[in-house]
């Protein structure tokens, strides 16, 4: 339903859908709009057997009136998405994009427009064989949210739940009746304006366990589904007033529609009750003009009068379709936990504790586990035995970001010097003090937490114990009392056992006739100039103590001496790149401050030396080993900042050829498209992981660059990939130069190793990220900085025990950017259960979406997509079944029953499914694809989740004078109002959409152009306006920059116009072109799995 609409909208029931053949539906101009194409959506995602895979007889396969992008892409593509042409060409939901902005009901594809439900044909069933009678009787209905136990079904032939009186066990919405609730400043759905004043919602109760939809019991005339929302006023246990007699059942794999919290069940309350608030008809929402009984079902019970029936004969009834408002909402999840968890401090103390979810800010306060801003967990409640690990299947992960930046209200991890004895560590297993180790005997010995083994305490860290056991020191020392913490390290933990020097930056400039031409290099040139000034350097520091140095290369290899004595810079050139040397070791890396005239010489110099060459190709193993050589020769660690346009075809090793092969996509060999061409790059990345050497990738490619090959080194060395497609210095400069500055200003551990130790009973068996490893337990990192992470999944080795709970500790090794040698230790403790319920009950979902797009992404190179894709599925099936099978109390089969911590994760994890990797639409390229699998590798909770759901802000519905940021609404076309202008986020890519009935005074404020047709669409700058709109605007949209890690470029997208195609593409409730199945549909799909495995 569309809440943000001003003016009415389509009723998605009283109108014939756009899919049927001969039906039209009226477009904005009021002229009929062409039918939308019919997407065939089989077997989740695949065809099925016997489907026409072209259109019915009398659908006309319109295209969109403004067409897609052209099929090459490549200009269309030029710096539009930020991982260049990322979004969908064609993507299309529902129709095309001339038609009225209305989702296609979910249950269209299951059969024709009034066909009966039994009597289905098989072709047109999306999921398997057509239901049995029997199954058609034990069908979904109204959706409810229960306490720690679903209800018992209802009475046979009442589509009733339990009374609204008891609403004991409500489920985590404080304030609101249902998932679709809006927050202030947004106006609410109209069908819920009319709620009764007496009756109050209920308030929230104890932990609740479950979401559960309940289907009508089988037997008897059966209650008809409703599509609304409840009212804000309804008691969440109440019986469905919130059911229309409009609508039939849906089909066995359809999903329930109104949404309620259930308490006890109970009978039926009277029927016109003055508590209960009634259904105001409505022309314009998702409900549709009230309508008598629907021919061959009979009235819902016999001789009732139906709820808001009109008197008149009975209508028949268009297809029927689940109301998005009445299934879970990550936006209302979202809000619920900001408004819950948001004001008060996070405070560390307690073992097990579930954290505040990534979207709500909150202060952390540390007093012995680690902040969730290093650590956050799938499960803060372990199984304590592998069986009944294996039984859940959630898996047991943690996504660990050791150097994590801190809001500046917190403070950095203490740093603590035990001069030359060293961090006190256990004899046996070698984890570090931390506050779970135990002194006993009066404080000579402490037991180790991790392996139980006693250790003498040395005589200088010797402290007497309290009346309950602790150090009398223990709130003096950081590692004793809090959950992350820092040791200096002594020259035993150094490389060769000599402290290291500082580390060097070396810059690697591409000056081959592409990089020329587009103006890069004498942009960057410009750039480095300033830029310089602003290395990293160690707290108070004046200057920072990184050394620099310059080397340009083509078909060939220029290091340039600019050492600060010399009147001009000398360049050196080294033509055999198959055995690359360093020609120079005195004045190639040098002091900025030092010799900062020499250098401002050299930039100068750079862009007009190479402007007219002719030279095309160019080389890339060389380069990298060149800049690694030059480290070894200086013995200090470092990284390169490779500037690169092109394919390097040129004779040296590592040349690539143009494999790029879109007939491989579906195919058994498509995994081939995610693999390196050559092991020259791993061989390559190993030598530079053992010299600290850490490589930045910047390319701007105008074609296939093979990134799946060109990411090797910088993926293995803990460095960063950037791509900006079909570069054009005047557009996208500002998106270079700002990712430029944050990489090299930002804080980097170089030549870094970490290790995970768990206590006993489970270890760390999995490791994703940027990383290199070459043995089990040792992630190697030549670079690490506070954006990236590791995820580490762990398993069971031996039984865990409920008192003693589970430990882990992350230990970092490091050199700091001023050359200092140390150790970061993060600690966290985690209750184990003997109880299933536990471990659901306390499981995070943002942090399980990450781990299973981690282990998809990884998936996808060694099997076919396909095999991945089902695996993903399979695995969120038997996680909800067995919550289902051994959580829940007994319903009937037709209900779909959430753990409550977990009710978003069949939306997020149809996103993951839906994404470019997994499911790419015809316009994203290999190297699109190449470029996410390894950027989301990496990626923290917070930049996953809004990666996968994006944020979309309506702009005009707050007020002008608000600072806060305005209320989210779901990623879908429904929400939009063709009156509003929104922006959507997801980390990489930001987009203003203007509705093409915005009002005069808005687009006069915003873009300084007197009408909606004068606005330029695919504008990537709002002109600087002096009022209030303009303003905020701008202010939002530098808020949510500076939240992101990388530079988001804006699009304005006009709406009919065709980018509008590459911004639906991130509507992800929505069906998707490339076949990706819409929430309501996969919802519907995870139910029929659920089903499956529990018969």
Sequence with gaps: MNVNQSAPPVPPFGQPQPVYPGYHQSSYGGQPGPTAPHIPYGAYNGPVPGYQQTPPQGVSRAPPSSGPPPASTAQAACGQAAYAQLGQGDVQNGPSSTVQMQRLPGSQPFGSPLAPVVSQPAVLQPYGPPPTSAQVTAQLAGMQISGAAAPAPPPSGLGYGPPTSLASASGSFPNSGLYGSYPQGQAPPLSQTQGHPGVQPPQRSALPLASSFTPPSSGGPRMPSMTGPLLPGQGFGGPPVSQPNHVSSPPPQALPPGTQMTGAPGPPPPMHSPQQPGYQLQQNGSFGPARGPQPNYGSPYPGAPAFGSQPGPPQPLPPKRLDPDAIPSPIQVIEDDRNNRGSEPFVTGVRGQVPPLVTTNFLVKDQGNASPRYIRCTSYNIPCTSDMAKQAQVPLAAVIKPLARLPPEEASPYVVDHGESGPLRCNRCKAYMCPFMQFVEGGRRFQCCFCSCVNDVPPQYFQHLDHTGKRVDAYDRPELSLGSYEFLATVDYCKNNKFPSPPAFIFMIDVSYNAIRTGLVRLLCEELKSLLDFLPREGGAEESAVRVGFVTYNKVLHFYNVKSSLAQPQMMVVSDVADVFVPLLDGFLVNVNESRAVITSLLDQIPEMFADTRETETVFAPVIQAGMEALKAAECAGKLFLFHTSLPIAEAPGKLKNRDDRKLIN??????????????????????????CCVDLFLFPNQYVD???????????????????????????????????????????????????????????????????????????????????????????????????????????????????????????????????????????????????????????????????????????????????????????????????????????????????????????????????????????????????????????????????????????????????????????????????????????????????????????????????????????????????????????KQEDKLEMLFKHFLVEDKSLSGGASYVDFLCHMHKEIRQLLS
């Design 707 to 1053: 990134v799946a090959t060109l990411s090797v080194v910088p993926q293995l060395t803990g460095g960063s990939v950037y791509k900006y497609a079909c570069f054009q210095a005047e557009n996208d400069q500002e998106r270079f130069l700002s990712d430029l500055r944050r990489d090299v200003q930002k804080v980097v551990g170089f030549d870094a190793v970490m290790r995970v130790r768990t206590s006993t009973g489970i270890r760390a068996v999995d490791f994703f990220g940027a990383f290199y490893m070459s043995n089990t337990t040792d992630v190697e990192l030549a670079g690490l900085d506070g954006d990236k992470t590791v995820t580490v999944e762990f398993k069971h080795d031996d039984r865990l025990n409920e008192e003693s709970g589970a430990l882990l500790q992350c230990a970092l090794l490091y050199t700091s950017c001023a050359g200092q040698r140390r150790l970061r230790i993060h600690n966290l403790a985690l209750n184990c259960c003997t109880q299933l319920a536990d471990l659901y009950r306390n499981c995070e979902t943002d942090t399980l979406i990450n781990y299973m797009a981690k282990f998809a992404y990884r998936g996808v190179l060694n099997s076919p997509v396909k095999t991945v894709r089902d695996s993903l599925i399979t695995q969120c099936a038997q996680i909800l079944a067995c919550y289902r099978k051994n959580c829940a109390s007994p319903s009937s089969a037709g209900q779909l029953i959430l753990p409550e911590c977990m009710k978003l994760l069949p939306v997020y994890l149809n996103c993951v499914l839906k994404s470019d990797v997994l499911q790419p639409g015809a316009e994203v390229t290999t190297d699109d694809r190449a470029y996410v699998r390894q950027l989301v590798t990496s990626m923290d909770v917070a930049e996953t989740n809004v990666f996968f759901y994006p944020r979309l802000l309506p702009l005009t519905k707050s007020p002008i004078e608000s600072t806060t940021e305005p209320p989210a609404v779901r990623a879908s076309e429904e929400r939009l109002s063709s009156g509003d202008i929104y922006l959507l986020e997801n980390g990489l890519n930001l987009f203003l959409w203007v509705g093409a009935s915005v009002q005069q005074g808005v687009v006069q404020s915003l873009f300084s152009v007197a009408s909606f047709s004068q606005i330029t669409s695919g504008l990537s700058v709002l002109p600087v306006l002096d009022n209030p709109l303009s303003k905020k605007v701008r202010g939002l949209i530098d808020s949510l920059r500076a939240q992101r890690s990388r530079y988001m470029k804006l699009i304005v997208v």
């Design 667 to 692: 195919t058994d060999k498509e995994k081939t498209l995610f693999q390196p061409q050559t092991g020259a790059y791993q061989t390559l990345a190993k030598e530079c992981v053992a010299q600290g």
